[in-house]
């Protein structure tokens, strides 16, 4: 049995024969120099032979531990029972630890006596350990990365399927955009048709008028012209008219037609499009909870989502989503339609919140918030009083203040308020919802609604189809 362990020890992986000039990897694994070269030759990333280890190692060392040990043949060193010196080829050599060798007891031990030498049989039982060790060792590593590789490979399919919610997403959007802008388009040449027909009625008239007159003026000529031949003079008694010109307002209004068109435009597509001051991350998101497609509404759904993957940034035991974007500093604002829902938790959470925990202890002091449980308002761990049950609720972050404060958006009344504490200036803050059972509820979700103000529909705020 320790023949055979040993001869498998000093095997070559490659060529399968006793190791000619031994090297080892610093995954533990040792080759022919030659067979490891060869090998490199072929594969430039210089991959270990047997656990496709990428080595680091430019050059290759004997490994001289090695190399004594495969000085003969296994079957020969067993019978001479590891014969390392000449001059006491009977003698059973010892092995020392530090030096990975074997040594003579009559010639060499007093040449290690600061070291750990150990029989050969001993030397043996604690090489086949460790081979056993390093085995096992690189046995659960391959098991964690087979299970990595799966984990990889269904965090690629549901990309895919992000992706193709992502493009549905956007082409309908973009359907609609078109479709509207098309309209417009049909209402800005309605607009040109009308403003021709307006000049054309104004100009018509005049042309009759002057066409007339023309006739007139042409009659009068020619009985003059009558006149000079015939040699019968009625001269005209009537005044020289004045010089007729073109009345205004017979052009075009183009200024009407393209006035401010782009603008006028813009104004009526913001019936479209809506400004998200939070946008819902879903990769987040609890398996339980659901998103809208334009990411600024959540509901608890009940039924875990198994095609979820899981991965750092998901919430696996809370039905918590986090916004997309955080903050360190300024003052931010936003309103969150909770209506009658029973069960929600909304505010701020550390960048740094736990979220693999199972325990609630590890969200207290991660999460800053203000919800409703079983019909009593609390902040995390205490009742809050509240005189009228909002349905509408602000939050405001401000940095400058240091203050999360929430209110009714519908009557501007103070709700709750805290302070943030400090330490906080490098760790951003998330907007976070949690949202329990809806119950019999007519309100299903939490909904993120835009602060209106003066400046709410700048150019350059994100739009949500």
Known sequence: ???????????????????????????????????????????????????????SKEDLDVNFALKELTSEPP????????????????????????DSRPLCPLCEFSLHPQHRVVSGEEAQRRLKELISSQLQALTEEKHQCEELQQSYEEIQLYAEKQAGD?????????????????????????????????????????????????????????????????????PRQESTPP??????????????????????????MKRLVTYQPVVLDPNTAYPELSLSDDLNTVRRTETLDKELPEVPERFSHWAIVLGSVGYSSG???WDVEVGDHPHWYIGVAKDSVERKEKSRASLVNELLGFGLYAGQYHNGSKYVKVKKSPEKIRVMLDFNKVTLSFSDADHMTPLYSLTVPKGTSTDKLFPFFWVGPAGGAKTKELKICEVQSEDSHSMDYPLSF
């Not at 080829?89 to 630890?97: E, G, K, N, R």
Request: glycine residues 2%; proline residues 6%; contains cysteine.
């Open 1 to 55: 049995m320790a023949e055979s362990s040993l001869e498998s020890y000093l095997t070559c992986s490659v060529c399968l024969d006793i190791l000619t000039e031994p090297v080892s990897l610093s995954c533990h694994h040792s080759f022919c120099k030659r067979c490891l070269t060869e090998h490199w030759a072929r594969q430039p990333s210089r991959p270990c032979p047997v656990c496709r280890r990428r080595s």
């Open 75 to 98: 079957s020969a060193q067993t019978q001479r029972q590891w014969s390392v010196c000449p001059s006491h080829p009977q003698v059973p050599p010892l092995f020392c630890l530090d």
């Open 166 to 234: 992502c493009e549905r997403h956007i082409r309908a959007g973009f359907s609609r955009l078109h479709q509207f802008l098309q309209e417009e388009e049909q209402r800005a040449l309605s607009a040109l048709r009308e403003e021709q027909l307006r000049q054309k009625k104004n100009i018509s008239p005049e042309l009759e008028k002057l066409r007339e007159k023309l006739s007139s003026v042409d009659k009068i000529i020619q009985e003059l012209q009558q006149q000079l031949e015939t040699h019968t003079y009625r």
């Open 243 to 268: 010089r007729p010109r073109p009345k205004a307002g017979l052009l075009l209004d183009q200024a009407k037609v393209l006035g401010n068109l782009g603008f006028r435009v813009w104004t009526r």
């Open 331 to 333: 003052t931010h604002q």
